[in-house]
């Protein structure tokens, strides 16, 4: 089978490959998943990087890249009820390639008509959710979000409007032809023309009422200028670290509104779906699945196109998802 490989620690841009591996063996309580759409994503650069703490760290050589996908079941292992032909979203391991073996229980069975593009997207759409409510954002109040075009903070956005709270995007440029109001927003803050004076700027859009809660994705400077707009009691949540430069904040920044900040690492990083988890994973595949929620896609790559697809999500990932499939299409 084909995969996307590395043998060395760096950057993706430099490490990564093409290759022709065996088609991994199923074992007892495993699946063999045929690929139908595996995203890219900021967390799979990190990983290739050898960012992530152990166990998440990078087996050389001949590592296999990728963490999140969707895809069809074509073999089972014993004690595994699950029928082949079942469509599934997972987050695991070495998933940029034509097949993945998955043990069951990190398996999300889906209905077999759910939109490809939206199944190889559910692990963001989780976070989305997860970040949302640890904002604890309520109706009518502010949640900002940074790094606006990002998918994750247009998944938040979506579901934020559902429950009636009202969201400032904040973008470095608006891009030509995303509406980000038509993706959640109720107001947008463009930095390349508002950034001189963010602070006024925030309170005329709140009236004065400041920020409930920030998810960011961006830290620095950006993040120093946001916390002076949070609100008596505000959250923090940070979710990236897209901005080269550290953050320097005071005690009494913190302790003169009570304001807590804590970080968000995706709900399934060390341990698979609990089964106390199935009715949250039901109402996320039940919004995502509504013709009123947009994922942006960025482009469908076959493996063999790895190098513009790894460098479009590199250098311009805020133009929408992209996502590794077959090499017929991504037609279920």
Same mark, same amino acid.
């Given at each position: 089978?084909?995969?996307?490989?590395?043998?060395?620690?760096?950057?993706?841009?430099?490490?990564?490959?093409?290759?022709?591996?065996?088609?991994?063996?199923?074992?007892?309580?495993?699946?063999?998943?045929?690929?139908?759409?595996?995203?890219?994503?900021?967390?799979?650069?990190? @990983?290739?990087?050898?960012?992530?703490?152990?166990?998440?760290?990078?087996?050389?050589?001949?590592?296999?890249?990728?963490?999140?996908?969707?895809?069809?079941?074509?073999?089972? =292992?014993?004690?595994?009820?699950?029928?082949?032909?079942?469509?599934?979203? @997972?987050?695991?391991?070495?998933?940029?390639?034509?097949?993945?073996?998955?043990?069951?229980?990190?398996?999300?069975?889906?209905?077999?008509?759910?939109?490809?593009?939206?199944? =190889?997207?559910?692990?963001?759409?989780?976070?989305?959710?997860?970040?949302?409510?640890?904002?604890?954002?309520?109706?009518?109040?502010?949640?900002?979000?940074?790094?606006?075009?990002?998918?994750?903070?247009?998944?938040?956005?979506?579901?934020?409007?559902?429950?009636?709270?009202?969201?400032?995007?904040?973008?470095?440029?608006?891009?030509?032809?995303?509406?980000?109001?038509?993706?959640?927003?109720?107001?947008?803050?463009?930095?390349?023309?508002?950034?001189?004076?963010?602070?006024?700027?925030?309170?005329?859009?709140?009236?004065?009422?400041?920020?409930?809660?920030?998810?960011?994705?961006? =830290?620095?400077?950006?993040?120093?200028?946001?916390?002076?707009?949070?609100? @008596?009691?505000?959250?923090?949540?940070?979710?990236? =670290? @897209?901005?080269?430069?550290?953050?320097?904040?005071?005690?009494?920044?913190?302790?003169?509104?009570?304001?807590?900040?804590?970080?968000?690492?995706?709900?399934?990083?060390?341990?698979?779906?609990?089964?106390?988890?199935?009715?949250?994973?039901?109402?996320?595949?039940?919004?995502?699945?509504?013709?009123?929620?947009?994922?942006?896609?960025?482009?469908?790559?076959?493996?063999?196109?790895?190098?513009?697809?790894?460098?479009?999500?590199?250098?311009?990932?805020?133009?929408?998802?992209?996502?590794?499939?077959?090499?017929?299409?991504?037609?279920?």
């Amino acid at each position: 089978m084909k995969a996307i490989s590395f043998d060395r620690i760096g950057s993706p841009l430099e490490v990564l490959q093409l290759c022709d591996m065996p088609t991994p063996e199923v074992g007892p309580g495993q699946v063999l998943v045929a690929l139908r759409a595996a995203s890219i994503n900021p967390g799979d650069f990190l @990983f290739i990087q050898s960012l992530y703490p152990e166990p998440k760290k990078p087996a050389l050589p001949r590592e296999i890249a990728g963490q999140h996908g969707a895809g069809v079941i074509v073999e089972a =292992g014993s004690g595994v009820s699950l029928p082949t032909g079942t469509l599934v979203a @997972f987050s695991y391991e070495k998933v940029w390639a034509e097949y993945v073996v998955v043990p069951v229980e990190w398996l999300i069975p889906l209905p077999p008509d759910y939109p490809i593009e939206k199944a =190889g997207q559910l692990m963001n759409a989780i976070s989305a959710w997860d970040l949302l409510e640890q904002s604890k954002a309520t109706p009518d109040t502010w949640l900002a979000l940074t790094g606006g075009h990002s998918t994750l903070a247009t998944m938040v956005a979506q579901m934020a409007k559902l429950r009636g709270v009202n969201v400032l995007s904040i973008v470095r440029r608006v891009q030509p032809g995303v509406d980000l109001k038509a993706l959640g927003a109720s107001a947008v803050i463009d930095l390349s023309k508002d950034g001189t004076d963010l602070t006024a700027r925030i309170s005329e859009i709140t009236e004065g009422k400041g920020l409930s809660a920030l998810v960011d994705s961006i =830290g620095g400077t950006l993040l120093e200028q946001l916390v002076s707009s949070l609100a @008596f009691r505000a959250r923090m949540i940070l979710y990236g =670290g @897209f901005s080269p430069e550290r953050f320097s904040l005071h005690t009494f920044d913190l302790l003169t509104r009570d304001l807590q900040i804590r970080s968000y690492v995706y709900r399934y990083f060390f341990e698979p779906p609990k089964k106390e988890d199935s009715e949250t994973l039901n109402a996320i595949v039940k919004t995502m699945a509504s013709n009123e929620f947009h994922v942006r896609v960025g482009g469908m790559h076959t493996l063999d196109d790895f190098e513009v697809a790894i460098r479009e999500s590199w250098e311009r990932g805020e133009r929408g998802k992209r996502f590794f499939v077959p090499s017929g299409g991504y037609a279920r």
